[in-house]
């Protein structure tokens, strides 16, 4: 068993869910490598086993077989150096924004004092664009600023890495859009590694430096494509014809990972 020099890996893991009807296998030899301080988008089928992959990563489950990395560590249990948000942000209603962004210091071991974290809370906020709502209650802001304020508190404790399933599905288009930004920003301030589950192909694209594509369950990585969209992106970014032509095949690698297609053009192959 070698160790890994990468920010998180999986090598060939495998995993079954244990149901009444049976072992449901869900992962076969998945295999991912995820560089420090890049940004890692999984694509793939509903059912195929991304979120399952999360948990993986973040230690909440072992697999049966292969082996998740995390900076050089194997994982074996819940690790304290990963952020995670979700599809809902789950805020406590009866804590302020700003000790809800604040949630995780109680929970972590850092280095950093109550105060040094209240100020990072605050500068975090300030760079989501919520300045003036840190003594608000979550039902005062709107989805769009909730999940902004679950971004913060995934990195107030500045995790290795952030775990990201879905975070922006529930969101309009323009605050999807605007989030999207606002990852960039976050991520401009303060480099990490990051997975982020989506079912957007933009979002990968406009986000990532690698997308997976997961094929149908059980899943493996049927597809990796280097993002190479040089220099700052835009929005506008994504209406260039490298864009265009990745989304493409994106899009493609989806079609066969949803059994509907076989054919696999020649762009797809390179
Ligand atoms: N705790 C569990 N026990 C049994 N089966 C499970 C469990 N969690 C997930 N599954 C099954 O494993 C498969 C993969 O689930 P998972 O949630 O990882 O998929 P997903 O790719 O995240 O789907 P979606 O895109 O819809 O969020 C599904 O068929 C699901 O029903
Ligand atoms: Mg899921």
Redesign the pocket.
Known sequence: MTTSSHMIELRDVTHA?R?KAGP?P?LDRLSIQIPENSFCAVV?P???????LTRLVSGLMRPDQGEVWLHSKLVTSPRPTVGMAFQNPVLLEWRSILENVLLPMEIVKSPMSKAEATERAHQLLDLVGLTGFADKRPSELSGGMRQRASLCRSIIHKPDVLILDEPFGALDAFTREDLWCTMHDLREAEPFTCLLIT?DLRESVFLADQVVVMSG?PAHAQHVMNVDLSGKRTLEDLYSKNAVDMLAILRHQIQVAQGRTVDTPAEARA
């Open positions: 869910y149901t449901l869900v793939g509903s059912g195929c086993g991304k979120s399952t079912h369950r």
